[in-house]
RNA sequence: GCGGGUGUAGCUCAGGUGGUUAGAGCGCCAGAUUGUGAUUCUGGAAGCCGUGGGUUCAAGUCCCAUCACUCGCCCCA
């Protein structure tokens, strides 16, 4: 520990939250989890399994990808810090595609190809946390990783499934954005444009800093000719739905293999996608994805209605990333979800409903005199039947147990009688109503 | 990592130009109510005024530093 470093000292610092590291309250959590078991649900509809990696990585694995800027966690032991350089250096993964792709290497020869698995794990990033963007969050991958070549079909049926998730959870309107690596390549190197991926990086920043602070970075940086930039700018310009775009790219003659082939891919893709539904999917030649893995196909999407909130889907195919770690050339293709992105925006919005409190849906209060083993066996009995029942301990009066029902937002209020030879009652706590009834056979309605 | 904003009770905030023992509303707990949730009334608990230093007879208030939260840049789910 460096001296520089503070303490926290007093109780209130103790427990204050962490900026980036977001907690929610019980209500919350409920919807969330419902968010969870409904992408659990779709993603298993289409025959994807889920496995759950280890949450650390050597820091080599993670920084695999070339980005050495990446914000990375890295994890150590507070006794024995100062230790031996024979250890090796782990870290938190900041996202679950590059961990996936070592987990296949890991077991290749156990898998079954096509690989398809769903990820629902927290994800660990250091970037400053603001709107949107945490420390801490939970991604939802959905990947197909093949021995072979996948088929373009799985191009657009990924997004669909994604489009079904969100869909599920009332998240929507979104739109999504669709590309081609290859396309961008491809055009690039028509030009004779040496560094297409850097090209590609500064692209990607048109709707940050706009056409001139783009074409002043590609002149700069790059040193590209003034004709050369109109042609890599118009081109960016290029976005819309359906066929027109694709007649678009090829209007502009430029010749290159790599370029004919992704317009090919692109064209397949988005045709499935129209069909799906017309309109959600658009193609927009400035996106290109950060990531340098991505090769072909690539996705991002935004809130309809809120164009400048962070992208909350993205993914795309990439030919060669198990291949890093593996001696055999594993071509893949997923899209990741940012659950607590879009769950803390919808939030913020006033637009989750937190209905309940606990999945409680029985209260057993503590009937005065009833004897302990009456009100427990009630309690079992309605358990037994498949209802989430929680049993009021304490003989209080029942003005506090009814209260504790109601902060908890309960539904039914069960009074056991006083004896066994009694009756059983119970009460709505929405429209207070309170009948006889019996906890072998009742139902709620 | 770089810039802006903000730190007083659980929450939202008052506390002109420094001046006794730091306030309100909401919330919380208890009672009125010897057993069915509300309202009302009564009482109560709760604060190193973010932290450290400085100026001063005197600092919640002025100065410096620092930390935390927050918004933007970078980057991304």
């Not at 399994?49 to 800027?69: A, F, H, N, Y």
């Not at 898998?111 to 698995?117: A, D, M, V």
């Not at 999504?176 to 990086?201: A, C, H």
Request: proline content about 6%; aromatic content about 10%.
């Amino acid at each position: 520990m460096s001296p520089s470093e503070t303490k926290i000292t007093t109780s209130k610092e103790r427990v204050r939250p962490i900026s980036g590291f977001p907690e929610w309250l019980p209500e919350y959590r409920l919807v969330e989890l419902q968010w969870i078991d409904s992408f659990r649900k779709i993603f298993e509809s289409y025959g994807f399994t889920s496995i759950e990696p280890r949450s650390i990585e050597p820091v080599e694995v993670l920084l695999k990808q070339g980005d050495t800027d990446k914000e990375i966690y890295s994890i150590g032991r507070l006794l024995n810090n100062n230790s031996d350089e024979n250890e090796p250096s782990y870290a938190l993964h900041y996202d679950m595609t590059v961990p996936m792709a070592r987990y296949v290497a890991a077991n290749i020869n156990q898998l079954n190809f096509p690989f398809k698995r769903y990820q629902m794990q927290k994800a660990w990033r250091g970037e400053r946390p603001q709107d949107g963007r945490f420390r801490e969050f939970l991604q939802c991958d959905i990947d197909v990783v093949d021995t072979r070549p996948i088929p373009l079909h799985f191009d657009a049926e990924i997004p669909i499934i994604m489009h079904e998730a969100i869909e599920s959870i009332g998240a929507g309107p979104l739109t999504t954005k669709v590309n081609n690596r290859k396309i961008l390549e491809g055009f690039y190197s028509g030009l004779s444009i040496s560094d297409t991926s850097n090209t590609i990086r500064i692209i990607d920043k048109l709707d940050k800093i706009g056409t001139d602070g783009v074409a002043t970075m590609l002149s700069k940086d790059l040193k590209l000719t003034p004709p050369i930039i109109d042609m890599v700018l118009n081109f960016a310009e290029i976005k819309g739905a359906g066929h027109s775009v694709i007649d678009q790219i090829r209007d502009l003659n430029v010749k290159s293999s790599l370029l004919e082939e992704g317009i090919n891919e692109l064209e397949f893709v988005i045709q499935q996608l129209e069909k799906y539904k017309a309109g959600t999917f658009l193609v927009d030649m400035s996106i290109a994805r950060g990531l340098a893995y991505y090769t072909g196909t690539v996705y991002e999407s935004r809130f309809t209605e809120y164009p400048n909130f962070p992208t909350i889907c993205g993914g795309g195919r990439y030919d060669n990333l198990v291949g890093d770690f593996v001696n055999k050339k594993l071509p893949g293709i997923g899209i990741s979800i940012g659950l607590t992105r879009i769950f803390a925006k919808l939030m913020r919005e006033g637009k989750i409903q937190a209905n309940r409190k606990t999945p409680t849906d029985i209260l057993v209060v503590h009937t005065q005199g009833a004897p302990y083993d009456l009100i427990k066996d009630t309690a079992n009995i309605l358990r037994a039947r498949g209802f989430n029942v929680e049993q009021y301990h304490e003989d209080r009066k029942l003005k506090a147990q009814l209260k504790y029902a109601g902060e908890k937002m309960i539904p039914w209020i069960w009074f056991p009688p006083a004896d066994r030879n009694g009756i059983h009652e119970v009460k709505n706590s929405v429209t207070r109503v309170q009948a006889i009834s019996d906890p072998k056979t009742w139902l709620p309605g």
